[in-house]
């Protein structure tokens, strides 16, 4: 069973930058497609960004590109979202979700992934 733990997220003005980190609790087969959803009040939860489990291909959700970075630190087993220039409309609880997977395909729908992290809230004030 893989546990996934989400941190880094708080209250930031809009314009600020947070790093979010989510870090497995097992040691996790490598390669794996990592993601990175949110979920607003009443909003369904929607992908921000995810990582192949080979190569390092990225994807983006449109509200986010140019703005959000995926990396992943694998000696750690941590994966991170770095988030700049926030706005109100980036405010929800943030999940990481993992699945097994050797090829270099992303994954940007939540229903494939069968692990997934507690969430963290990150809120953005004007």
């Known amino acids: 069973q893989v546990q996934l733990v989400e941190s880094g997220g708080g209250l930031v003005q809009a314009g600020g930058s947070l790093r979010l980190s989510c870090a497995a609790s097992?040691?996790?087969?490598?390669?794996?497609?990592m993601g990175w959803f949110r979920q607003a009040p009443g909003k369904e939860r929607e992908i921000v960004a995810g990582?192949?489990?080979?190569?390092?291909?990225?994807y983006y959700g449109d509200s986010v590109k140019g703005r959000f970075t995926i990396t992943r630190d694998g000696a750690v087993n941590t994966v991170y979202l770095q988030m700049n220039s926030l706005n109100p409309d980036d405010t929800a609880v943030y999940y990481c979700?993992?699945?097994?997977?050797?090829?270099?395909?992303?994954?940007?729908?939540?229903?494939?992934?069968?692990?997934w992290g507690q969430g963290t809230q990150v809120t953005v004030s004007s």
């Open positions: 097992a040691r996790t087969l490598p390669p794996t497609a």
């Open positions: 990582m192949s489990g080979l190569g390092g291909r990225t």
């Open positions: 979700a993992s699945r097994p997977d050797s090829s270099s395909r992303v994954y940007p729908t939540s229903s494939d992934y069968p692990y």
